[in-house]
């Protein structure tokens, strides 16, 4: 019996994620060759049913991340896993830009993940965003820390650079 249990989490896990990638397509389609989505959907297929394995097959319950695990830094950010649910570990990178308002605002972009629970490990941010996972995440709340790190000065510094590339990229454009 517990086994039949079993089976419904995992349709039911197995419905949700082909329900996210449908979207995620739907939204995507156009930035990919069909031939890209093909491989990559493989590839993810094939992870989500070794990371499926592991959790239903195998004793899990030493993999929960701890708060110890990993210092979250501005490298890594934490991610709902979309087979299992548990915290896993997203690597990328945060950057600030500028908001509507001209204000700073912080930025995680995601460019893989993995779980300790269940083991799924995406490699790429192709894969991270067609299981659903955001394409970015708002860090704006820890500017105090970003400011600690890199000084009070870092928002205007970024400006400063940032029109300067706008301005060398436009003059770029219009000499073509």
Same mark, same amino acid.
């Given at each position: ?12 896990? @197995? ?25 990559? =959907?493989? *590839?993810? +297929?094939? !992870?989500?049913? /070794?990371? =499926?394995?592991? #959790?239903?097959? +195998? ?6 991340? *701890?708060?110890? $695990?990993?210092?979250? /830094?501005? $490298?890594?950010?934490?991610? !709902?896993?979309?087979?299992?649910? &548990?915290?896993?570990? =997203?690597?990328? @990178? ?5 908001? $509507?308002?001209? *204000?700073? @605002? #912080? =930025? %995680?972009?995601?460019?893989?993940? &993995?779980? +300790? ?23 704006? +709340? ?6 600690? /790190? %890199?000084?009070? $000065? *870092?928002?205007?510094?970024? !400006? ?17």
């Amino acid at each position: 019996m517990k086994d039949e249990g079993f089976k419904i989490n995992q349709e039911e896990i @197995v419905k949700r994620i082909e329900d996210v990638i449908r979207k995620t397509y739907i939204e995507y389609s156009d930035a990919y060759e069909e031939d890209e989505i093909k491989n990559m =959907l493989t *590839s993810i +297929k094939r !992870k989500v049913e /070794d990371a =499926l394995g592991n #959790l239903f097959n +195998k004793d899990t319950s030493n993999n929960i991340i *701890s708060d110890n $695990d990993k210092e979250i /830094d501005w $490298d890594h950010y934490r991610g !709902k896993c979309p087979v299992c649910d &548990y915290p896993g570990m =997203l690597t990328g @990178v945060t950057e600030m830009i500028e908001g $509507d308002d001209d *204000s700073p @605002v #912080l =930025l %995680f972009f995601p460019e893989s993940f &993995y779980c +300790k629970k269940c083991g799924l490990s995406l490699d790429n941010q192709d894969e991270v965003i067609f299981l659903g996972l955001d394409k970015d995440c708002n860090r704006t +709340k820890e500017l105090p820390k970003w400011f600690d /790190d %890199f000084g009070e $000065d *870092s928002y205007e510094k970024h !400006k400063k650079a940032y029109k300067e590339f706008v301005k060398d990229w436009i003059g770029v454009i219009g000499k073509e």
